[in-house]
């Protein structure tokens, strides 16, 4: 019986020794696919630094934008190295080319300043030659960026499934006003999204009705975004070898950026939100997230006080935060140190509810001195001030010239203008910031260079009327 039960047990022993290491094998297996499935990376570069190319060298990319959130990315896209063509109508071209034009004759600065270091060629896009001409683009391009109204890419018969059939590996990317839903069809400009993504609805004073902000989340914003999903599609790519779709909607862009305000619809809840000053005020919150003027969007309390010469000068005003690590430097500072022990005063909880007279007090302080001097005394003791610093003055900032991220470029039409370069650094991959192109200015180049038409096929093209609105008139007459 023993024997037998030795046996039994040698026997198990065994076969938990074989699965075990099956399973090791299996593990093994799994991490080889694992490593194979990633990229294989080269040998670091020995070249210096910045000296190896740019980031997205040999990434080509039709861009059939517009105004300003399709412009906004591909423009980040070509400083950091893709080739760029933008398709553009002839005769007309980007819409912006002309709108606010400031210089006669010259393409204005909306245009210049989102369209940088791409190339420009004219294409009909509904003319039955054009139609070929952007086939053959389709096929020699990575991604496909577009932003028109819904559904105008597939009335020019670039459908997903035609581009795909032409070019499985194409990214398609697009910036639409709307998600899937009931407003899908909607056509959006900036200030739509930030009212329909929650920015206007909690920007402004209580008191007043929403705001919609300067800064460009809707457009810009969103731009940015697509950026960011086509350089991670680019790089799905490498493993998959095939292209998708990718969809930035104005609305999600702009919610993305107000999210702080949907986690304070959550908080409300749970009661008050404290570090609004409308608490401390004694005024009861609603049901939904209100405006909040210049309160901080954090934990730590701020506001925008007045600065010495604010009376004349609509910027004289500076952004204090009350940090709580820095509170006693702050009482000292503005000679308030019986603040530091008063309980009224000497925690964050009390505070709360005396913000706007510890905010008024402060401001004594502040109108007596410049933005500057505010910034220069407060930055010796580690507390966080902001500035209201004008267009003026950030155009004329040395630091960002230093740093490329304003950058003066000269145009052949209207002379040397301002432009913002890349505001994000690589430090192996430098901004190439170049001026914008002409309407049409590549349209040969592409052509013979890009899409290896020869002499003969190119003068056909141009006779056809597919490229200019000039030879489509005489066509017609
Ligand atoms: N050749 C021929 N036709 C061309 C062309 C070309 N090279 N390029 C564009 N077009 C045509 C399109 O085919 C379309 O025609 P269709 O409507 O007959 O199909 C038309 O020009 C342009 O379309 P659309 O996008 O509707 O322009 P719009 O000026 O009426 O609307 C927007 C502008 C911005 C409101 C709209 O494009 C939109 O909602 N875009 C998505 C959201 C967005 O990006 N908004 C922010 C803009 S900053």
């Known amino acids: 019986m023993a024997t037998r039960k ?16 099956k399973v090791v094998k299996l593990r093994a297996k799994k991490t080889a696919a694992k490593s194979a499935s990633r990229i294989a990376a080269p040998r670091p570069s020995a070249k210096p630094w910045g000296e190896a190319g740019r980031a997205l060298d ?10 300003q959130s399709g412009p906004t990315c591909t423009q980040l896209l070509a400083y950091m190295g893709a080739d760029v063509i933008k398709v553009e109508r002839p005769g007309i071209g980007d819409i912006t080319r002309g709108q606010l034009r400031d210089v006669k004759g010259a393409d204005s600065l909306y245009f210049t300043m989102l369209n940088g270091s791409k190339r420009s060629i004219t294409i009909d896009s509904k003319h039955p030659k054009g139609k070929d001409v952007l086939d053959r683009l389709v096929k020699q391009c990575d991604v496909l960026v577009e932003n028109f109204a819904p559904g105008a890419l597939d009335r020019m018969g670039l ?37 329909a993504g929650g920015a206007a609805s909690t920007t402004g004073f209580r008191e007043g009705p929403p705001l919609v902000t300067g800064a460009q989340i809707g457009d810009s914003g ?8 086509i350089v991670a599609a680019l790089y799905q790519r490498s493993r998959t070898g095939r292209g998708q779709k990718v969809l930035c909607a104005m609305q999600d862009g702009v919610l993305n950026l107000a999210r702080v305000k949907l986690r304070d619809q959550q908080r409300l809840k749970h009661g008050p939100l404290t570090e609004y000053s409308q608490y401390g005020e004694g005024v009861p919150f609603g049901a939904a997230t209100p405006r909040a003027g210049n309160d901080s969007g954090g934990g730590q309390p701020g506001w925008i006080l007045k600065c010495k010469g604010w ?35 000497a925690t964050p909880p009390a ?20 933005k500057f001097e505010v910034m220069e005394t407060c930055n010796k003791y580690d507390i966080p001030v902001g500035p209201i610093l004008s267009m003026k003055e950030l155009a004329e900032e040395r630091s960002l010239r230093e740093t490329g991220t304003v950058v003066e470029v000269d145009h052949p039409t209207r002379g040397p203008y301002l432009t913002v370069g890349n505001p994000i650094k690589l430090s192996d991959s430098p901004a190439d910031v170049r001026r914008s192109p002409l309407l049409g200015e590549h349209t040969d180049e592409v052509l013979r260079d890009v899409l290896r038409y020869s002499d003969k096929e190119i003068a056909d093209i141009k006779a056809s009327g597919a490229l200019s609105a000039a030879d489509k008139k005489a066509e017609a007459a």
């Open 351 to 370: 505070r709360l509810p005396r913000l706007k007279h510890i905010f008024a007090t402060i401001e004594q302080w502040t109108m007596a001195r410049t």
């Open 159 to 195: 459908t997903w499934e035609h581009i795909h059939k032409l070019n499985p590996r194409m990214i398609v990317a697009s910036v639409k006003g709307f998600g899937p839903g009931p407003y899908e069809d909607c056509k959006v400009y900036e200030n739509v999204a930030q009212c």
């Open 6 to 21: 030795k046996a039994a047990k040698a026997k198990s022993k065994a076969s938990a020794k074989k699965s075990t290491k």
């Open 311 to 345: 009376e004349s000068d609509p910027d004289a005003y500076i952004y204090f935060i009350t940090q709580a690590p820095v509170w006693g430097a702050i009482c000292d500072l503005i000679g308030k140190p019986e603040w530091k022990t008063d309980p009224d005063f």
């Open 58 to 67: 040999g990434v080509r990319i039709l861009d059939f934008t517009h105004v």
């Open 222 to 229: 969103t731009g940015l975004h697509l950026a960011l999903g």
